[in-house]
């Protein structure tokens, strides 16, 4: 099982599912999009990008072949020197069944999966045990998102009862919700971190203007980061981003100054993945 390590993950979340381009006109949205964002992110320190897809007219999309066209993108853009993991979001518009079929379909290499919207009645532990045991299986690296502590918990009591295999899988804190106005603070993070007694590696997202402050608590307790115009368009000052880079050259400065290094892609698959 893949541990702590002094190197840092800077995961970028370019899009997410809801922003459109009138919210900012740097949001890449096409796969073209998506490939320049991937290249300028990966030369300002990222090692992975958190990919959402969008349909013909904009809106959050689980197609298969919307994500091979887009993951196609990318590796034109950057080859492997970022992971690229793709959301099984359900974002209103998707239910588990089909948030799972996705991924089984797909077989991305990378993953993020909201426990939460799986675990639901239609599913069950039994469908939980066959979900989880093929990810494990097929080796994708699957980050488990918790918008909670019950969450969390939830999850160990599901890994103590091995409904939940033993894998190398990580966990994404989330500092807050999608709403109006959402601005997470630093200290959002420590009922996540107190409440985690696992060894999963962790990795924060976080609202708002505040989201920089939260990655840099989250460097300096050990965990990584995942910033980007999916929660968030401001740099620290308060002024608008130009650009996803901008937010990810942040946090990469603030690992330098907290002595951390930052991972590359390949060195991220070795200790979250072979690990």
Same mark, same amino acid.
């Given at each position: 099982?893949?541990?702590?390590?002094?190197?840092?993950?800077?995961?970028?979340?370019?899009?997410?599912?809801?922003?459109q381009?009138?919210?900012?006109?740097?949001?890449?949205?096409?796969?073209?999009?998506? @490939?320049?964002?991937?290249?300028?992110?990966?030369?300002?320190?990222?090692?992975?990008?958190?990919?959402?897809?969008?349909?013909?007219?904009?809106?959050?999309?689980?197609?298969?072949?919307?994500?091979?066209?887009?993951?196609?993108?990318?590796?034109?853009?950057?080859?492997?020197?970022?992971?690229?993991?793709? !959301?099984?979001?359900? &974002? =209103?518009?998707?239910?588990?069944?089909?948030?799972?079929a996705?991924?089984?379909?797909?077989?991305?290499?990378?993953?993020?999966?909201?426990? =939460?919207?799986v675990?639901?009645?239609?599913?069950?532990?039994?469908?939980?045990?066959?979900?989880?045991?093929?990810?494990?299986k097929? =080796?994708?690296m !699957?980050?488990?998102?918790?918008y909670?502590?019950?969450?969390?918990?939830?999850?160990? &009591?599901l890994?103590a009862?091995?409904?939940?295999?033993?894998?190398?899988? /990580?966990?994404?804190?989330?500092?807050g919700?999608?709403?109006? @106005?959402?601005? /997470?603070?630093?200290?959002?993070?420590?009922?996540?971190?107190?409440?985690h007694?696992?060894q999963?590696?962790?990795?924060?997202?976080?609202?708002?203007? @505040?989201?920089?402050?939260?990655a840099? !608590?989250?460097?300096?307790?050990?965990?990584?980061?995942?910033v @980007?115009?999916?929660?968030?368009?401001?740099?620290?000052?308060?002024?608008?981003?130009?650009?996803?880079?901008?937010?990810?050259?942040?946090?990469?400065?603030?690992?330098?100054v907290?002595?951390?290094?930052?991972?590359?892609?390949?060195? #991220?698959r070795? #200790?979250?993945?072979?690990?």
């Amino acid at each position: 099982m893949a541990v702590f390590s002094q190197a840092l993950l800077i995961t970028v979340a370019p899009n997410g599912a809801y922003k459109q381009r009138p919210d900012h006109p740097a949001l890449p949205i096409t796969t073209a999009e998506l @490939g320049q964002t991937a290249k300028l992110c990966l030369d300002a320190g990222a090692a992975m990008i958190h990919m959402h897809i969008r349909d013909a007219e904009g809106r959050h999309s689980l197609d298969v072949q919307g994500y091979r066209d887009a993951q196609q993108a990318v590796k034109a853009a950057v080859g492997d020197e970022l992971i690229i993991q793709v !959301t099984s979001e359900a &974002a =209103r518009v998707y239910k588990a069944p089909e948030q799972i079929a996705m991924v089984t379909a797909l077989k991305p290499e990378a993953v993020s999966v909201g426990l =939460r919207e799986v675990d639901q009645p239609e599913i069950g532990e039994a469908g939980l045990a066959q979900f989880f045991g093929w990810l494990a299986k097929e =080796r994708v690296m !699957t980050q488990v998102i918790v918008y909670d502590v019950a969450d969390l918990q939830r999850w160990q &009591a599901l890994r103590a009862q091995g409904v939940i295999p033993d894998a190398p899988w /990580s966990l994404l804190f989330v500092l807050g919700r999608y709403s109006v @106005g959402q601005t /997470s603070e630093a200290k959002d993070l420590l009922p996540f971190v107190m409440a985690h007694t696992g060894q999963e590696p962790w990795s924060m997202c976080a609202f708002g203007a @505040g989201e920089h402050a939260c990655a840099t !608590t989250a460097v300096a307790l050990g965990g990584h980061a995942r910033v @980007g115009f999916e929660n968030n368009l401001l740099l620290n000052n308060g002024q608008v981003a130009p650009d996803n880079a901008a937010l990810v050259r942040q946090i990469a400065d603030s690992a330098r100054v907290l002595g951390r290094s930052l991972y590359t892609a390949a060195q #991220a698959r070795e #200790a979250f993945f072979l690990a």
